[in-house]
């Protein structure tokens, strides 16, 4: 398993370290290995994934929206080219960036004919200002063949991957309709480091992330401490965290309203944000907090994720108030995860960790 090396202290619990945040942000390191400010550009290549194809018996995550977690809903039709140009200038009016990379983001990126993938790779990166491709999929849909492109096209351009792990709790992921579990994700994670290789800080080749998902009903403080333990002995470089929430047209909506979920409070989500930085290893970036909707005719609940800015700073203030910052804890906890990592191959050949946690 590949070591997260770099030094600690040069990351470590100093909220001015993260301009002035209590955790460390992605921009960050983009903006170290970039020089500048960089902004993804989502398209839409994949048409589909396991789950709304039924594979297996799958049915669609009970959270997910027609457009499979897209960005444009309105272009996602178009051809690449279309989408490229039409997203990029739609976030560089937004966030006023030089650089991009291309965020191959809808349903799931992997389930779609390995040409067709290479193709919309190329054609992103024939855009000069293009720095890198992003892929997001999910924990089983990685072929040899799939894994050998990205380590293919990361000798030559910046690769990350975002796995769609959402948790490692298998009752939590049956719940949700996943249709995989909390050991295939650890798998996926271990295979993507070793079939990419590792760099010189000990990371794997493609710039590899996951997405977690807070607010089940079954959800709990000792949960999300050990998920981000779990978390710092994975060869990952980054977390994106989202808050789970009601959009209409999907299976949550119509447990919703049923009076079968209850979406979490902001008060409560930002107290497991700032357990979950507060134990995780401060050298593992943050894509971001929350998924603060922009998609405000789809939402159904909670209303704070509508509130973008107003949301996030609470989140911040609430993390500050309570004297929360990424690895505040993890420092007392090193040893462990030290020891963990050194002596085996990680978490998942252990016996005396269950694969996907089950408190
Ligand atoms: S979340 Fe991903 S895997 Fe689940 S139904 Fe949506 S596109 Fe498919």
Redo the contacts with the bound molecule.
Sequence with gaps: MARRTGSLAAMNPNAAVWDGKPYHPISLDYKSRFGGKVVKVPVSIAES????DGLKGMK??I??DEH??FAYADSQKDDLKSQIELHRSKVTERFNAAKFLIYFQA??TTFTALGRLKSGFDLALSYPDTVGLVVGT?PDCLSEAVIRTWKEYSDKTFVAVEL?VQSFDDGQLEWMR?GHTGSQAIRGIERIAKETGVNATGRPNVDLGIHLMFGWPTENDKQIIETARLCNSLPISNVKLHNLHVLDKTPLAEMYRAGEFQPIELDLYAHRVALFLDHLDPRIAIHRLAALSNRWDELLAPDWVRHKMRSFQGMIDRINAAGAYQGRRFAAELPKVVDDVANGAGLIDRPDVKHGISI
């Design positions: 994934c396991p789950n709304r669609t995550c959270f997910c499979g977690s349903y799931t999910r769609g996943r």
